[in-house]
């Protein structure tokens, strides 16, 4: 369902909330003090705060103050504690930044309403701003991909008039069968980037993971910064396994899983360390499973937030939206995969990819 932060002094009123959210599904943490509210928002990240404005040492204004100058958790829903008919506690607590407000006294099923209220449209408000800054994003791109389209289009009919005109022996297929193999694959990662932002179905088809994983990864290491750190990617991958998938929205997912390990691990080694991606195949729940782990040796994954990665909006991360790992399993369940996480005995996470294993064939051109 979700956690909630309850910051109030009185301990019955705690109980009382922890009581109503506990019994609705909700995790329920407690703090008495308005200055440790701050820290325990910072390392719980709650889904909503529920505030009190009569605290002992802070009230509950100044609270939800510091709250909102912190950028990390100034999307955080507040739910301010009141006394019933005080209507300058309710202006003074929206003034300062509360969403809401409920009286203490309120039944129990006007707190619950509240709150899941207040969850579900800050849920809804974030994924409406960051579906448009995707959208923004995916304009930009197809506009980029469209004015490299022609250029190379003209390239690679230029290579191929070329060809024709070399005889069998002729020494200049050196230089002309490169720019053609390029064009055509150059050709082909433009058609995967614009996939990873195309909205729509996902167009599943059958397709070999060896070479797309082969091609995310020479993608990921050149968009990084080498000044940054060096980090490693070792891939094993086996060969000839094939999976149903959308190409460019599976290469998204790959994307994301590398970028998060790459900020994972610069996080807890600034020199650099390793991502090995790793593909098996595995036989679970009566299914054949091709599964891709990408596994990293940075810090690893708090085991108290394991439950919630997947979460939208849920990050560690300063800067992070809580969004790429959500999006990453919502696109890997619409082909019938999943996502899933664990901690690795030598350190670091690793995140595994499953996808339905299939035994047909693949075309050279599918591949």
Known sequence: MGTVLIVDDSPSDRALFRTILSRAGY????????????????????????LDVNLPDLDGHSVCRLVRAEPELAGLPVLMLTVRDNDADVLAGLEAGADDYVAKDSAPEIVLARVRRLIQYRQLATMALLNEQLVQVGRLLAGIVHEIRGPLAVIR???????????????????VDPILRN?????????????TVRSGPSQVRTLELDPLIRETTDLFLKGTDPRAGQVKIEAGTCPQVQVNAD????????????GNAHEAILSAHPGGGRIAVQTRRTQTEGRDWAVIDITDNGPGVPEEFMERIFEPFFTTKESGTGYGLYMASE??????????????????ACFSVWLPQTVEPVSAGAA
Do not use: F, K, Y
């Open 27 to 50: 995790t329920v943490q407690e703090v008495s003090r308005g200055r440790d509210a701050l820290a325990r928002a910072r390392a719980l990240r709650p889904h909503a705060l529920i």
């Open 157 to 175: 009919g230029s290579a191929e008039l070329m060809r024709l005109q070399l005889s069998e022996g002729d020494p200049h297929h050196q230089w």
């Open 183 to 195: 064009a055509q694959l150059l050709q082909v990662r433009l058609e995967h980037l614009m996939a």
């Open 247 to 258: 190409a460019g929205r599976l290469m998204q997912v790959l994307l994301s899983l590398l």
């Open 331 to 348: 696109i890997l369940r619409e082909q019938g995969g999943r996502l899933s996480v664990r901690n690795s005995p030598e350190g670091g």
